[in-house]
């Protein structure tokens, strides 16, 4: 379990990544709102580690090479349109046929229909840009506004909003916290608060798997 620990990390993308890391968040957050299988990373809080890393006293003081907080800014919000526009266009190309697969470990149908719900309760305009502050239902949501046949120019003007609101907002807060904090004092303050940030994140995953165990039981003393 170690490993899925480490995925879940923000910081430790960040290290391994070294000097390619501002390359690396972007292709993160392009892989998380584009590909079906990116749903597991940690979008939310490594924007925020991204941001709090583009403190240059922070980032020398972990022993990472600083982020550049200009490419962070521009690039983060044209990865994250480009990677749901690709989602949005494979649901709309290859529609329920795309989610017609049995379940599997990085695979789950009842992902599919949370977003269906999610696009349901909200509506399309609504449901694309508060999904990107919902973790699974931000990947799955592309594919199901495509499958569900929201027209691409619409999706197009509320995925841009949706992805301007999320990356920068989580970019400019971490930022922020970065440029507020004691280099020495950054494992004090800083991590524990990206923690938090991933904990939170998961709180939808633990919820759908509770929900999916009660309804499994729920189905069998029926039967």
Not at 164 to 173: A, F, M, P, Q, R
Request: glycine residues 10%; proline residues 6%; aromatic residues 10%.
């Amino acid at each position: 379990m170690d490993w899925l620990l480490d995925l879940l990390d923000p910081t430790w993308w960040l290290t391994v990544l070294g000097a390619f890391a501002t390359v690396g968040v972007l292709a993160i957050i392009f892989a998380e709102t584009g590909l079906l299988l990116g749903f597991f990373l940690p979008g939310d809080s490594l924007l925020v580690a991204a941001g709090i890393f583009s403190s240059a006293s922070v980032a020398v003081g972990m022993g990472i090479t600083p982020l550049s907080l200009p490419v962070l800014l521009v690039g983060t919000p044209l990865c994250a349109v480009a990677g749901a526009q690709l989602g949005h266009f494979l649901g709309a190309r290859f529609g329920r046929r795309m989610f017609d697969r049995p379940d599997s470990r990085l695979f789950k149908k009842e992902h599919v229909a949370r977003a269906e719900e999610f696009f349901e309760k909200f509506g399309p305009a609504k449901a694309v840009v508060l999904a990107r502050f919902v973790p699974i239902v931000r990947t799955f949501m592309n594919p199901v506004a495509g499958a569900l046949e929201m027209s691409p120019r619409r999706f197009l003007v509320w995925n841009v909003a949706g992805a301007l609101v999320w990356t920068e907002g989580l970019i400019l807060l971490g930022h922020f916290l970065g440029s507020r904090v004691d280099p020495k004092q950054i494992d004090r303050y800083i991590l524990p608060g990206v923690f938090l940030i991933v904990l939170i994140s998961l709180i939808p995953i633990i919820v759908e798997i509770v929900k999916g165990r009660r309804s499994g039981r729920q189905h069998r003393i029926v039967n």
